[in-house]
DNA sequence: CGGAGCCTTGAGAGCTGTCAATCCGGGTGG
DNA sequence: CCACCCGGATTGACAGCTCTCAAGGCTCCG
């Protein structure tokens, strides 16, 4: 087992905290900022690109047939949106900023012909895409813990390097919506966890303890 | 707090209903059955292959670095799995058959040679996965609706054609578990909706009340 | 007619979200 | 150098909600 791989196929996938994940190599993005309330495309908008949240935060959404508003996606800063766009002549849903945001857009008339011309960046592409898609499997089956301590641990279990040691970039507080919890609830995780033996705590850094191999 | 909780919770899972994907076009796969216990491929394990779920339900899960065991997916009948192999000589999880399964087999060198020679198929692989990636995110979010009538509403509301019209694929049951909820949850949350006139049921049907556009 | 499985409702417990209060460390202005 | 302020970290109290356990009612089918 490569750790070094599995940190990036992670990168991939937490990525409201592990920011950015590999640009999309020999297309060079436009930026666009935008003012909260600003609407990036419109659902039945024509597609003119894909991309990338440098900072911000995006909501994508829909409007279902009686009318009302569902959100299909929250993005974050590194992640990566419409992919699907490429694929597809129009967008499927709205997509509204949050607040100010710092948006990379890849344009698809340029994505789509290199990714044609040269199978090697599909290739690429796809490489990505799957990887993508096999962090998404695994933040949802986080999700699926109920218990707050529970799912933090196994959170912890899968950030921590082969040495049992999470380094907490910033504020723990954002981890705690990572992880689909409020931050108070988070710190009682933590707490719990602490009291009994199973997590040790310093400034900067979560540390495991258990068998480790 | 033990695993064997966990797992009754893990099964909660959208798929059933939801994916069923086509299978990758001129590949013809290999059959394998799988007995409950049986592992069809480890962590490390040099890939052989990406696979389908025809019937059963496979675990996918590693073994961190402390020791413990973290599910990193439920793959239920329809869904397809380990694609990321593709773009990696070892497989970085195991994948246990939880039941009696039937997995389809696509050989990893033949599917790798043909995207590679045939930009076509590898173009129709990667919309394939952008489209799961997208369903992926579209699942992910739904969980983050804490309220259960809400959340039931909201998957209707994905679900619904342009009349606002649900048929329901067998048990009501089934259906809980992809919203993620206990039977009981779910039938209060209907219960709760139809009694705020917002739905409406009848046998095999349920439909949307509202400002249809 | 009987049974099995689904549908439905009830009561109670546990857990997390919310609201609030306190502590703490660093940066700032006086 | 010190008081002050701000945001994060932490803990407490409480309400609301879902899960769990339990108990009928209903429907289809043998």
């Keep these: 087992m490569n750790w070094s791989t599995y940190t990036i196929n992670l990168a991939c996938d937490m990525t409201a905290i592990i920011t950015a994940g590999p640009p999309l190599a020999g297309v060079t ?35 279902t047939p009686d009318g009302s ?45 290199r990714l044609r011309a040269e199978p090697e960046a599909l290739w690429q592409f796809a490489k990505e895409l799957a990887g993508r898609l096999q962090g998404m499997r695994t933040r949802f ?15 912890l279990r899968m950030r921590s390097g082969g040495d049992g040691v999470i380094r907490v970039p910033g504020a723990a507080k954002d981890i705690a919506s990572e ?11 933590l ?12 400034t900067g850094a979560i540390r495991l303890i258990g068998r480790l191999k």
Tied chains: 1, 2.
């Design 29 to 63: 993005p436009e930026h666009r900022q935008l003012a909260p309330g600003d609407c990036l495309f419109s659902q039945g908008d024509r597609a003119f690109g894909i991309f990338q949240v440098a900072s911000g935060r995006i909501r994508l959404q829909r409007i």
């Design 191 to 202: 707490a719990a966890l602490e009291k009994q033996g199973r997590i040790a705590r310093s």
């Design 179 to 189: 992880v689909g919890l409020t931050h108070e609830a988070f710190y009682r995780a």
């Design 141 to 155: 089956e986080l999700k699926q813990i109920r218990s707050a301590p529970e799912r933090v641990l196994q959170w």
């Design 69 to 113: 508003t569902v959100t299909i996606h929250l993005v974050r800063a590194g992640e990566m949106f419409a992919e699907a766009s490429l694929f597809s002549e129009h967008y499927h849903c709205d997509a509204v900023a949050e607040i100010e945001s710092d948006i990379l857009v890849y344009p698809k008339a340029e994505i789509s012909s």
